[in-house]
């Protein structure tokens, strides 16, 4: 009996349409676009990109800039944002839209993620240990137990692999 007789559906019926793109303001958010693109453009051809950038609004999320309004800091992190979507739309020709968030990075991804049905959710992951992640947590981690689909996380550095006895 093929997978097909049994009812469940075949690798090829499962073809992912809506792909979010969550990145942040570490300089790892240019590559997660950039390997989104580069996969939707190989794979889906089909496939709308999201990309979303979450804006911290808590009082510790950011340095202090003296003179900075909230309104100019919202204006620079959607500058920020047109910049990646630029750049996946020259990677990809896929449909690319922008979305701007405030708030906290894992309630906001798994929000979106569920509004636009999101058959897959791209992060990227700065590898924390110890100390940092105990204090900080880890977005793409939250974000991959939590998502309603699959979630690809990508790492800002290749790491050596190790061998398994």
Known sequence: MSDSDA???????????????????????SRVVEYAARVAR??????????????????????????????????EAQSYLDHHVRM??????????????????????????????????IVGTHDAVGLEKFLLGSVAEKVARRAPCSVLMVRGKQRAYTKVE
């Open 88 to 121: 996946a739309r020259r990677q990809c020709p896929s449909p690319v839209t922008g979305h701007l968030a405030e708030g906290d990075p894992v309630h906001e991804i798994l929000k979106r993620a569920r509004s636009l049905s999101a058959d897959l959710v």
């Open 42 to 75: 190989r794979t889906w051809p089909n496939a709308q990109l999201h990309v979303l950038h979450v804006f911290k609004t808590g009082r510790f999320d950011r340095p202090g800039q003296v003179g900075l309004r909230l309104e100019d800091l919202v204006a």
């Open 7 to 29: 009812g469940e559906p075949s690798v090829e019926a499962e073809e992912i349409a809506i792909v979010l793109v969550a990145i942040d303001v570490s300089n790892l958010a």
